[in-house]
């Protein structure tokens, strides 16, 4: 079973981070939430909406030898905390340099080209895209693959990003049952 890591900091994408989760975890996949913050003992994490989410550990314990990809939600204030976290900066960097996958939604594009593991095409929340301001920015797919790098426009593409991080660890026959369960006929 694959094991994906999601960190999250505070003001992260509600719905982005838990339709992730959600579609990741009836597709099979192992998904472990950790917190950015150093300080939290209870690793409870406020997105921007006000809805709280309690990670599974605190950043600071994470291997990357224990996952196959690390998965970042947006959300412009969590998007800004792990661009400027060392310790996921570090991990998209080895991420990226162990040939594992690499993923981001919505603004969290600006947090993989800071640490400089952004791919040749990608996609991302459109009113990011200057401040993201890397070629190969494409406006017309709600999910772009390039290699081992996988990004997504925003909140109302997550169930089919989430859907084709499925496709890749756990097969076209996972894929298409979690899409018929959820009715997902729109993704493609």
Known sequence: ???????LAQGFEEV????????????GLAVRIATVDPHKDDNLVLGANGITIQADTNIKNVVADDFDMILLPGGWENTYTLAENE???????????????????????????????????YTCYPAAADEVNHEGYRDDQAVVIDGNIMTS????????????????????ESYEAVKEGMLLDFCK
């Open 1 to 7: 079973m694959a094991a994906i890591l999601l960190p």
């Open 16 to 27: 982005e981070a838990v339709s992730l989760i959600d579609v990741l975890r009836r597709g």
């Open 87 to 121: 310790t996921v900066q570090n991990l998209l960097k080895e991420f990226k340099f162990k040939d594992k996958v690499v993923g981001s939604i919505c603004a969290a594009a600006y947090a993989l080209k800071k640490a400089d593991v952004l791919g040749n095409d």
């Open 153 to 172: 426009r925003g909140p109302g593409t997550a169930l089919c990003f989430g859907l084709e991080i499925v496709k890749r660890f756990s097969g076209e």
